[in-house]
């Protein structure tokens, strides 16, 4: 049995959601349907859960919502026209999205949760409609009635563990069961979603939960591909991939599988086939536990990332002090700021965060209390951060590595800010200034593909 997932770009538009349905006879295997909310259709277009999010706040800040309204509604009746789905069946969900405001929520990021949640929703249920009347025995299946419980953080919920025993019951189902991406329930039955993107994590849960022997996850690439494709033209395409490699090459900004719905995949050692609904035919790529075949290349994929910054610290004979970094991470752990790396040298540390963590406000509180905890001789932020990440298996056992990589950036002028080699076998991480990033990533590019 498989799973099979379709981003927001696959359900668009009754034109994409008619690959969709060709995608799904051509393998009876493909027993369980995930599905995003309708995406763009072009560029500039705006995603079903984006109108959501603006009708939320429409209706929080009491506003007029006509507009907003008619445009979501469209979206659906486009999709529902263009396979002649009777308009008894399509009128309940045009129902639901003008009925949003009336229903009873907790508080406002209920409400926005809910909202968002309904482009999955009313999504699978009109997908369920459609194939059942082109003659497929399917049905759509909510997240409460598969058993899909959540934790209560209404945009950011993590599965709990226990209700996979829920789900194992629909294990081997006889009928294709059309399953909303992004969301699920609390234990009170409260809607939480996922973080955005999240209807990949979902098709991970249900692939896990179910014991599927493949979780494919379509989207509009051919394949993941050894470098993001607006940089390089044509870059390779990688064939096969570890779960280990994705995990480090998503985490350094590779997007096109969400980073959390790994987890599932690698507890329940699910294979991940990404593919591309517009060209079902290309093979697309694997990620696993470990690969089938061996590759020439040392270097599996390059990424990089700006949404990094830096807090740099000197102080002379920082080395001989007991205690100073506790005193700096317990200042952030009451500040509940999480850290990405602390590269040290002798006199000078310079932790690197996740820059969406920090505020203007609390840099200037961090940068009062650490300076009054550790008196250091010197200490500043830095936001012109880009971490750069080279990964893959092969470097596990090939020498000189690192050598290539310095040298390539060294003659293309780029100026390294951090070298980290640090545990991992499998990846050497860099920072560099981000006017310098893009440049990088085609430098080593081209050093270690070309
Ligand atoms: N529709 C949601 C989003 O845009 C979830 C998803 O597409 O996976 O974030």
Not at 133 to 157: C, E, F, H, Q
Not at 408 to 424: P, R
Request: charged fraction near 20%; charge should be negative.
């Amino acid at each position: 049995m498989k799973v099979i997932k379709f981003g927001g770009s696959s359900l668009a538009s009754s034109t994409q959601l008619q690959k969709v349905l060709s995608i799904v006879k051509a393998d009876d295997q493909r027993r369980y349907v995930i599905v995003s909310a309708p995406g763009k259709r072009f560029d500039g277009d705006t995603k079903v859960t984006d109108l959501l999010i603006q009708y939320a706040r429409q209706t929080i800040h009491r506003q007029d919502t006509t507009a907003i309204v008619d445009t979501i509604i469209d979206r659906y009746a486009e999709i529902g026209h263009g396979f002649n789905v009777p308009d008894d069946q399509l009128e309940p969900i045009f129902d639901i999205i003008r009925n949003l405001p009336k229903q009873p929520y907790a508080d406002n990021t209920y409400l926005m949760a809910a909202f968002k949640a309904h482009g999955e929703r009313l999504n699978a249920q009109l997908v369920a409609a459609v194939f059942q009347k082109s003659g497929l025995n399917a049905r759509y299946l909510d997240p409460k009635d598969a058993g899909m419980v959540v934790t209560d953080v209404p945009d950011d919920a993590q599965f709990i563990d226990s209700s996979y025993q829920a789900l194992a019951k629909w294990a081997n189902s006889d009928q294709i069961l059309v399953i909303p991406g992004f969301f699920a329930y609390n234990r009170n039955g409260q809607i939480c979603t996922f973080s955005r993107g999240g209807s990949d994590i979902t098709g991970a849960i249900i692939a896990r939960g179910v014991n599927a022997e493949r979780y494919e996850n379509f989207t509009d690439v051919d394949a993941i591909y050894a470098v993001n494709p607006s940089l390089v033209a044509q870059p390779a395409a990688i064939a096969e991939m570890t779960f280990r490699e994705m995990r480090e090459l998503s985490y350094a900004g590779f997007s096109v599988f969400h980073d959390e719905a790994l987890i599932p995949a690698i507890q329940g050692n699910i294979t991940v086939n990404v593919k591309n609904t517009n060209h079902p035919e290309a093979p697309g790529t694997l990620i696993q536990s470990t690969k089938a075949t061996s590759t020439k290349y040392p270097v599996t994929g390059i990424a990089s990332s700006s949404s990094f910054c830096s807090l740099y610290l000197r102080k002379y004979l920082l080395n001989k002090e007991v205690g100073f970094g506790r005193k700096i991470l317990t200042i952030l752990e009451d500040h509940h700021v999480s850290y990405e790396h602390m590269p040290s040298g002798i006199d000078d540390l310079t932790i690197i965060f996740d820059e969406h963590q920090l505020t203007p406000e609390l840099e200037k509180e961090l940068t009062a209390e650490i300076s009054a905890a550790v008196h250091p001789d010197e200490l500043y932020f830095t936001h012109d951060y880009s971490i750069l990440m080279i990964v893959g298996e092969n470097m596990r056992n090939r020498v000189g590595i690192m050598s290539r990589a310095a040298t390539a950036l060294a003659d293309n002028n780029i100026k390294l800010i951090m070298v980290n080699q640090g545990a991992s076998e499998i990846s050497i991480m860099f920072g560099v200034h981000d006017r310098d990033a893009d440049q990088a990533v085609i430098a080593l590019y081209n050093e270690f593909f070309k």
